[in-house]
């Protein structure tokens, strides 16, 4: 069938929504317009829609409710047309039905290391959105916010294969304070081509391909509700046509702006009432007519808002001068601009350029005159700046940077009785500034009442704060050091000890007075600015590197003889610490209950809570059998799935999951539980999850994160047998991360500073495996280039040290070793059992050796990958399922490292 046959029927079609269903009909519209519009378009393109796609298009006219036909629910099973869902995750429902090879498409991010290996990260595979985030400014063009995906996060991104027709997702979700999603309104064009990259062969360079908008989605309303409609690019590329419920696509007519008069096609008299009859009606004219006849249209358009640009000679000079000689020009110069006419090119002096622009009556300069006038004005201003002498500027004063204890008096003492600050001299020389610093760039679009002493009060206040926190570190006790500078500030205070409340006070105050003029962003913006000026100002010490100084200094306790750094700065069993006031939090309710099993009947689900979190937070669901949690599975979901099968494999205890697809009814049946629950009305983000197209159902842990006081307190008070079983059980899951590049949680083998949180303690003290491991993911390295053969040769390294039981005699293994016990303190203040946390390394290295030379590990990991083909095979985007048989060559190498470091320690 011939598109442009099936475009004539589209033409016609007419689907209705009786609910809300409008994002099915605006997605279904917007990808069988776009598709016809390849150049090859054939009705395979269509894949297993073709014909049920066909019959609708050959309902003509009549009204149509697309949920309510046969293969509706046959080819999208699941959807409801009668509940408002997203347009995208539809979209991409929809896209897994069609032709893969139409839609299909890779991009990926890389940079390039100083040695020149190119690293690859973050790429999508198969059919997916192009997900391109709205800038937060009242307009910004399409291929800005392309270029802004070209160079997100420092890296180049671009597309290895390029589909033919792609999916463009624009993000205009962004959190509130409140915490919950807003939409942004910012407007976007896209009326010009736009450039997409792609990669040229596995290095850097790239080749840019054009792009043009043939359909698009828009969405009336807010983030919770609205509704959606369909724009579509005429065919022939002039103009649009919308597409609303109920109603065939009509034309949006174009607008003119502007209009032209040729000179020989009318005469003076039909000039004369041309002119006339649109003067009035026009916002701007431009007159191509004789003298007498612009003259006349002119006087027609007396008293109208029209702008009139006159290209004849009419209105070139002043009444009564006429037409002259070059010599006489000068007599000119002072009646120039005379009647309210504006002569001139915007070049002609300082000022030309803004008086045209304000003017409604612009005369077309002529070469003679405007020529001499320049000439004349430049040696003008040459013979008077000969005789006038230059002023002498005086030396600027030279700047030092502020000195605490000064600033610390002299702030205040600036300070007015409101508790604000004014942008002054003063000001900006106590803290070692020029005046133009305190004028923060970036100003809102609107006049905002008291901005410059907005911004003088956020200095001024954060420069006493850090004085306070600096002269405080001082002291040998930071505390009441910063009691006694605080003093200090106050005595040069009039407001005395309130003076930063009092500042805190006004700022609320003025932020509130302005929150109609000022976007929440530039309130962030300027807060970040002002932190970036204090930090070069007054730089405050990294807490870090002075805790980690301070864990270097040991003590001995004068009344039980106990050790105790500097850092804790007293003896915990003299002194122990207070416990927290228990407050009765929603939280500390839900610890309580058990964990659920991971197959349950959701129609008991009684409640819901989003925690949030990296990679958008999981849901907490309780049921009558206990608690589940639900966490959206993206690009790492294969590489989550296969860690958790070889944790089995390996019996490495970490939290279990199973995953389902949006096509499997269960998928539908959590969406409907979660709705119905109490808590889904209150919170927004509970239904996050349902813009992913799996979803992982996850093994509810019962405890406490290894991070932060409670676990310190908790491991304090465990007795001694149970602390050695605890720092076991933690090397254990070492050495299950060091099999799978598990680099976000303790920090043996990699240089980083390590994610302790990502290990839970049971509070049943009583169980067997008291330490669980969560959030890990297989991070396969691929075998091209130095990166998988260094960390090869770090995990030999280290395997043979512990097999050989020589770990203490090598320095890079000890160095390595301080390294998690750094960020064991930095994280929950506790000392790491060094000689436990290496037997457990051991023995979970010592099991992978084992099950690698008995087979047995290579079995389960060709099972575990046969499943997660298969549950990853309807995927429509990418979510790492691709890179399975990669992840399954570099575990097998790893454990093989782990093999051969075994054998040459039994061998030395």
């Not at 999603?181 to 990259?197: A, G, Y």
């Amino acid at each position: 069938m011939e598109p442009s046959h099936l475009m004539s029927q589209l033409l016609c079609l007419r689907l209705s929504n009786p609910s809300n269903s409008c994002y099915i009909n605006a997605s279904m519209i917007t990808m069988m317009w776009a598709s016809l519009q390849r150049r090859h378009f054939a009705i395979d393109d269509w894949g297993l829609l073709q014909e049920d796609l066909k019959l609708l298009l050959g309902r003509g006219d009549e009204p149509t409710l697309v949920p309510g036909m046969s293969f509706f629910e046959r080819q999208l099973p699941g959807w409801d047309g009668a509940v408002q869902c997203d347009v995208v995750e539809f979209t991409l429902a929809l896209m897994a039905r069609l032709e893969p090879t139409v839609f299909h498409g890779h991009w990926e991010r890389r940079y390039q290391r100083e040695n020149g290996y190119v690293k690859r990260y973050a790429r999508e595979t198969g059919v997916f959105a192009l997900r391109l985030t709205v800038m937060p400014h009242p307009h910004c063009e399409l291929y800005q916010l392309v270029e802004n995906w070209t160079h997100d996060s420092g890296m180049l991104a671009a597309f290895v294969h390029l589909p033919m027709l792609i999916c463009i997702q624009l993000d205009r979700a962004h959190p509130t304070p409140g915490g919950g999603p807003r939409k942004n309104l910012s407007i976007v064009t896209f009326e010009h081509l736009f450039r997409v990259p792609r990669f040229i062969g596995d290095a850097m360079p790239v080749e840019h391909h054009d792009y043009q908008v043939v359909a698009a989605c828009t969405h009336l309303g807010h983030s919770g509700a609205g509704h959606y409609r369909a724009l579509l690019r005429c065919a022939d590329g002039n103009g649009w046509m919308l597409c609303e419920d109920g109603e065939a696509p009509s034309r949006i007519p174009h607008v003119c702006l502007l209009w032209a008069v040729r000179l020989s096609a009318l005469s003076t008299v039909e000039s004369e009432k041309a002119a006339a009859s649109a003067a009035p009606a026009l916002g701007a004219g431009v007159l191509c007519l004789p003298d007498d006849a612009a003259i006349a249209a002119v006087a027609l358009a007396e008293g109208s808002d029209t702008v009139i640009v006159d290209a004849s000679t009419a209105h070139r000079v002043a009444e009564g001068y006429g037409l002259m000689s070059l010599m006489s020009i000068l007599r000119l110069l002072e009646h120039a601009g005379s009647q309210g006419w504006q002569y001139g090119f915007p070049e002609m002096c300082k000022e030309q350029a803004e008086a045209i622009a304000k003017s409604k009556r612009i005369a077309n300069p002529g070469c003679y005159p405007t020529g001499a006038q320049k000439g004349y004005d430049d040696a003008k201003k040459a013979c008077y700046e000969d005789q006038v002498k230059p002023e002498v500027q005086p030396e600027s004063k030279a700047l030092r940077k502020p000195v605490p204890r000064e600033a610390l008096k002299q702030l205040p003492e600036l300070q007015l009785s409101d508790g604000c600050w004014e942008s002054s001299e003063k000001l900006a020389e106590v803290l070692g500034l020029h005046k133009s610093a305190l004028e923060i760039p970036r100003k809102p679009d609107k006049p905002v009442p008291a901005w410059s002493t907005i911004v003088a009060t956020t200095l001024a206040c954060q420069a006493l704060q850090r004085c306070i926190s600096l002269v405080g570190e001082e002291h040998q006790f930071a505390a009441a050091g910063r009691s006694e500078a605080m003093a200090v500030a106050s005595e040069h205070s009039d407001l005395g000890d309130k003076l930063l409340d009092k500042a805190g006070e006004w700022l609320e105050a003025a932020w509130e007075k302005a929150s109609s003029l000022v976007r929440p962003r530039q309130r962030m913006e300027l807060d970040l600015k002002v932190k970036t000026i204090m930090q070069e100002q007054l730089p405050l010490l990294q807490w870090k590197a002075q805790l980690k100084a301070k864990m270097s200094i040991h003590k001995t306790c004068a009344v039980c003889g106990s050790e105790y750094t500097a850092a804790v700065d007293k003896c915990m069993k003299c002194f122990p610490p207070e416990q927290p006031i228990h407050v009765d939090s929603e939280h500390d309710k839900w610890r309580l209950l058990p964990p659920a099993p991971l197959h349950v009947d959701w129609r008991q689900c009684e409640g819901a809570l989003h925690l949030e979190g990296g990679s958008g937070g999981v849901t907490l669901l309780r049921l009558q059998e206990g608690v589940l949690v639900l966490k959206k599975q993206r690009m790492t979901a294969a590489a989550e799935f296969l860690a958790i099968q070889v944790a089995k494999a390996v019996g490495i205890r970490v939290a279990d999951m199973r995953l389902i697809s949006w096509a499997d009814p269960e998928y539908s049946e959590i969406k409907e539980a979660i709705r119905k629950t109490p808590s889904f009305s209150k919170n927004p983000l509970l239904g996050i999850w349902r813009s992913t197209e799996f979803l992982g159902i996850l093994e509810y842990i019962p405890g406490c994160t290894v991070q932060g006081p409670e676990v310190q307190r908790r491991l304090q008070e465990m007795q001694p047998d149970s602390l050695k079983t605890f720092w076991f059980q933690v090397g254990e899951i070492v050495a299950f991360d060091a099999l799978i590049n598990n680099v976000d949680r303790v920090p043996l083998l990699w240089d980083n500073e390590g994610n302790t949180a990502n290990l839970m303690v049971l509070d049943d003290s009583a169980a067997s495996q008291n330490v669980i491991g969560i959030d890990q993911a297989v991070a396969a390295i691929v075998a091209a280039g130095p990166g998988r053969e260094r960390f090869l040769s770090r995990l030999k390294e280290l395997a043979e040290a512990l097999f050989l039981q020589r770990w203490k005699d090598s320095p890079s293994v000890s160095a390595r070793l301080d390294r998690v016990a750094d960020c064991f303190m930095l994280s929950c203040g506790v000392q790491v059992d060094k000689s436990t946390f290496m037997a457990g390394l051991l023995k979970g290295l010592t099991t992978v050796a084992d099950l690698m030379e008995a087979g047995t590990l290579a079995s389960a990991l060709d099972e575990a990958i046969a499943k997660a083909e298969e549950i990853f095979r309807p995927a429509t985007v990418d979510t790492g399922h691709k890179e399975l048989p990669l992840m399954r060559d570099f575990l097998l190498a790893t454990a093989d490292t782990i093999v051969a470091a075994r054998r040459a320690a039994s061998a030395a």
